[in-house]
């Protein structure tokens, strides 16, 4: 497996949670896993116990297609299907191994995802409650700050890389394969923000059913197993596919840095808006869940940008300065700040170097690994014929514009120059004193 492996069986009686809590938030830079440190009584159930506790709920299940596509099956060219827990149990086990070789083209995957529980599972308190992330260090957060994502063989999420924070993902039934690349790749990474989703900037790549002519490097990829905890760090993409019958648990864990990307990603969103507005198929431009997004005012848009500035002069008020004429090529660097989610006794209160015998490092895919392993994925799908799932297409011209002045590295220089003048302008009142 080339992941950093902590085995936790070994190490939950010798090792603190804070100690955990300081390691993801300031030791791990790279992917990891943590093994056998859960004992949350869910990691039991068979989808049958699920089926039965989730009872005659109705859930909306995200419905794509098991063949080649032209494109990444975004969440506006799926259809939804809805059905109750028990009833896509009978429908899974009917069909063991429906993305087989053996696939008719009418064979779908389906995905109950990024579901709150505390919204879902609100009837389910034994579900909510068993969901703690203690044993990792963050005892604060339970299943009220959790998502759960359930769905069949083939069920998956295109790749993508998360503004906001760091990820914590627990497998607790079936597998669940990973595909993950640094930050430091993301122009191969081809990113748009069409489909545009606040918080998730997305790749052009399909890797349900790859066509990749370019040689991708940095490649991670794990299969999570139940029980497994994985940590996915701040801005690293991620590609998510169930095989077979599948759920999992995730939370994000708030980091400081998390300021400044919703300032960033309160311009995006200013910018969208204006070019919804006139624009004849916004339903092109944006993920089904901003739609409203289309008839946000101008002066919303506005208002929530100087509510960001806000908060970062109130977090990071030394951190104001004049931005350069040139950028730096300099990676990012990501300051995870513990201060604001415990006190000083989360401080490092083991010695990480005693314990270098127990983690392996992580190993990174070579180039032609990565590339085998596409073509494998490939061949699942035996026909020839790729299947268009979008009769209309946002016109290039429109999609390169959008994507240019939503570059990271431009929002970023908007946002220097906006948070300088704002400071520069009064920098001992703040907005709402100004106002």
Not at 87 to 102: D, G, I, K, R, W
Request: glycine content about 4%; aromatic content about 10%.
């Amino acid at each position: 497996m080339n992941i950093c492996m902590f085995r936790m069986s070994e190490l939950s009686s010798k090792i603190p949670p804070q100690f955990l809590r300081n390691m993801i938030l300031h030791e791990l830079k790279e992917p990891a896993v943590f093994s056998g440190l859960l004992e949350w009584s869910i990691l039991s159930w068979s989808l049958k116990d699920w089926g039965e506790k989730l009872g005659n709920k109705i859930m909306p299940f995200r419905s794509g297609v098991r063949k080649s596509t032209s494109t990444p099956q975004w969440e506006r060219t799926c259809s939804t299907t809805h059905l109750t827990m028990q009833q896509f149990v009978e429908l899974v086990e009917s069909n063991a191994h429906p993305c087989s070789s053996t696939e008719t083209e009418d064979e779908k995957w389906l995905y109950f995802d990024y579901k709150y529980m505390h919204e879902w599972f609100i009837d389910n308190p034994q579900i909510l409650q068993t969901v703690n992330w203690a044993p990792l260090g963050f005892p604060e957060t339970t299943g009220l700050q959790s998502s759960v994502w359930i769905g069949s063989d083939g069920a998956h999420t295109p790749c993508h890389m998360d503004s906001y924070g760091c990820n914590l993902v627990a497998q607790i039934y079936g597998t669940k394969q990973w595909i993950l690349f640094p930050p430091d790749k993301s122009e191969q990474m081809l990113p748009t923000r069409i489909p545009y989703e606040e918080s998730s900037v997305y790749s052009k790549h399909n890797f349900f059913c790859p066509r990749i002519k370019t040689e991708l490097e940095g490649a991670r990829v794990v299969m999570l197993k139940p029980g497994d905890v994985l940590f996915v760090p701040h801005h690293w993409w991620h590609y998510v596919e169930n095989i077979g019958t599948a759920i999992s648990i995730n939370t994000w864990i708030p980091l400081i840095s998390d300021d400044s990307a919703r300032l960033e990603e309160s311009l995006v969103k200013l910018f969208m808006s204006q070019v919804c507005k006139d624009h004849p198929q916004p339903d092109l431009i944006l993920n089904p869940n901003e739609d409203d997004v289309a008839t946000w005012p101008l002066i919303a848009s506005v208002k929530l940008v100087q509510t960001c500035v806000e908060k970062c002069k109130e977090r990071n008020p030394s951190n104001v300065k004049k931005p350069e004429a040139e950028v730096a090529n300099i990676p990012e660097k990501v300051i995870m700040d513990m201060g604001e989610h415990s006190g000083s006794s989360d401080k490092t209160i083991v010695d990480v170097t005693k314990y270098k015998d127990i983690i392996t490092p992580i190993r990174q895919w070579t180039v032609l690994k990565f590339r085998k392993f596409l073509l494998k994925k490939r061949k699942r799908f035996k026909t020839k014929k790729i299947k268009r799932i979008s009769k209309s297409h946002l016109d290039t011209a429109t999609e390169r514009l959008i994507n240019a002045f939503c570059h990271p590295d431009v929002i970023s220089k908007v946002k220097d120059i906006l948070y300088y003048e704002y400071q520069r302008s009064n920098p001992d009142v703040s907005l709402n004193q100004k106002r």
